[in-house]
């Protein structure tokens, strides 16, 4: 079962701190570029994979990104702490 990320709404202060980066390329090595560091996450055949970012405290990379209205993601490949 996919996981539950919160919708992005306007109105929302809390929902507000999470932004989608939908173009990040995944090295041959399983390691993702972000924001001046590099994190491993699980092995995949795909050539990019969607982060979903919450501003200035931590990112997980997903196979693709969440769809409305639930907002269920996909598979968590990774995630690491900013």
Not at 36 to 41: A, M, P, R, V, Y
């Given at each position: 079962m996919?996981?539950?990320f919160p919708a992005r709404r306007q109105n929302?202060?809390?929902?507000?701190?999470?932004?989608?980066?939908q173009s990040r390329c995944v090295n041959a090595d399983n390691q993702i570029d972000f924001l001046?560091?590099?994190?491993?996450?699980a092995p995949t055949k795909r050539a990019s994979i969607t982060l979903?970012?919450?501003l200035l405290r931590q990112f997980w990379a997903v196979n693709q990104p969440?769809?409305?209205p639930l907002n269920i993601g996909s598979e968590i490949l990774?995630?690491?702490s900013l």
């Open positions: 996919g996981q539950h929302s202060p809390r929902l507000t701190a999470y932004a989608y980066d001046g560091q590099s994190s491993h996450i979903i970012h919450r969440p769809s409305p990774g995630k690491d």
